[in-house]
């Protein structure tokens, strides 16, 4: 088996029209400002020195309208990037948060040419969304740049994040359980998530891919600062169970959020940890 490294995003609020200068590697180490999919091995890092600009095509973004969000990147001289490497299907994985966590979006926009990527969704409400965008520019490394930026309309009341008490949850007919061997920060944990049907109880054997894989993992910490990606240590495997690899890089409440496929429906389901 595989063992999956995965490094740490650090990464704080900014306007809408900064460029973002976070940078990111693949490491066995936790570091500040960086992180990477943990599906990735890499010995040789390569400075990141890319910019990326996030804009609304509109001019702004409004809740519950059609906003297109344009992510531009360049390297460190100003000249858009033309190359990415193809990364679970995609050159560019889109993870979008609202500031209590309670919204989550994996999206995946499409490359225009000349560093530009763009897509079309809609913000539920009002308020402060976290953009995190996860690519590799061809000869470069693994990258994740994010911004806080704000969108216009109605706000909805904020959700307190609260650990859960159970880590068995329900979504579209199925029964995912989550167990997590070491809950402590600075330790390899491996993450296992299996999945049943809800109502007979029978293991699940036949997950279809989802970008390449079994699954995906994404995990912040309760105020988005800290950002992992974590791909799964057995790729083609087709459950019960999915297993992940990361290391959760400080104390503290933590949310995360499986996806897997099946009979050709993506589920999303959030789980919140303590971790000590």
Known sequence: MMKHTIGILLVSAALLTACSTNTNSHSNHNQNQNAEHSNHNTKHQKEDLTKVTYSFKEGKA??????????????????????????????????????????????????????????????????????????????????????????????????????????????????????????????????????????????????????????HVVILTEDAKDYLHVHPIEEKATGPDAKFMTTFPKNGTYKIWGQFKHDGKVLTVPFVVKVS
């Open 62 to 215: 409004e809740a519950k309208k059609d906003t297109t969000i344009q992510i531009q990147i360049q390297d460190q001289t100003g000249k858009p990037i033309e190359k990415f490497d193809i990364t679970h299907e995609k050159k560019l994985h889109l993870i979008v948060v609202s500031k209590d966590l309670r919204y989550f979006s994996h999206i995946h926009p499409e490359f225009k040419g000349k560093g530009l990527f763009e897509i079309k969704t809609q913000f539920p409400s009002g308020g402060e969304y976290k953009l995190f965008s996860d690519f590799v520019p061809t000869g470069g490394s693994s990258t994740t740049k994010s911004k806080w930026v704000n969108v216009e309309g109605e706000s909805a009341s904020p959700v307190p994040i609260q650990v859960d008490s159970s880590l068995t949850k329900s979504v579209e007919g199925k029964e995912i359980s989550l167990s997590i061997d070491h809950l402590q920060a600075g330790k390899e944990a491996v993450l296992n998530f299996t999945i049943k049907n809800d109502q007979t109880k029978k293991p699940i054997t036949n997950l279809q891919p989802y970008l390449g894989a079994v699954g």
